[in-house]
């Protein structure tokens, strides 16, 4: 069975960093691109960042460039996010999500809240 | 960059047809044929129901379909189904090579 699992999401201070993990299985993790996206309860998913499948062409939102960092280790099948310098409006649930051909999202995980907050 | 500018709900009765608009810009989905729509239930993750503008992939109903005309896409949800109440959100590859998100769409079956 194809599937993402996430976690490392949690309460964290503005200003704080964290790192979220999401762990692939069922397909050959080396061979897809793969994104983070998150959304806030009530409103749309928000594209965050993609990587390409042997870790180059990083590329972020406008929104959290030069504070989060995509990265991946295709030997433990895990995609990575390292959330910096948080704000209050970073607060959402992150999700990982599979890249299928011509940038369609077809595999998502059940996703790891971040709460940030004072 | 904004979000692609969706309407804010569409209703139908069962077995209705019913269209979601999805507007973008010449960076975006006038750009590309790389617009992709997802349904949502409460609770849930979104679903991949069409990408490339329309294309289902495997085990999406026949009655979901897409269409692009320069920079709006839309959504069809023919013979509708009780099941078919959701979210949905479409989204575009960009010129920036980002991806971007509609507002969402929340269809409600009467």
């Known amino acids: 069975e194809v599937q993402l699992v996430e976690s490392g999401g949690g309460l964290i201070r503005p200003g704080g960093s964290l790192i979220l993990s999401c762990e692939a299985s069922g397909f050959t993790f080396s061979t897809y691109w793969m994104h983070w996206v998150r959304q806030v309860p009530g409103r749309g998913p928000e594209w965050v960042a993609y990587i390409k499948g042997d870790g180059s062409g990083p590329t972020y939102a406008d929104s959290v460039q030069g504070r989060f960092t995509i990265s991946r280790d295709n030997v433990r099948n895990t995609l990575y996010l390292h959330l910096t310098a948080l704000r209050v409006e970073d607060t959402a649930l992150f999700y990982c999500v599979r890249a299928a051909r011509n940038w369609g999202m077809d595999v998502w995980g059940q996703g790891t809240a971040v709460t940030v907050s004072s | 960059q904004s979000a692609l500018t969706q309407p804010a709900s569409v209703s139908g009765s069962p077995g209705q047809s019913i269209t979601i608009s999805c507007t973008g810009t010449s960076s975006d989905i006038g750009a590309y044929n790389f617009v992709s729509w997802y349904q949502q239930h409460p609770g849930k993750a979104p679903k991949l129901i069409l990408w490339e503008v329309n294309t289902r992939p495997s085990g999406v109903p026949y009655r979901f379909s897409g269409s692009k005309s320069a920079n709006t896409a839309s959504l069809t949800v023919s013979g509708l189904q009780p099941e078919d109440e959701a979210d949905y959100y479409c989204?575009?590859?960009?010129?920036?090579?980002?991806?971007?998100f509609g507002g969402g769409t929340k269809l409600t079956v009467l």
């Open positions: 989204t575009s590859y960009t010129t920036s090579n980002t991806v971007i």
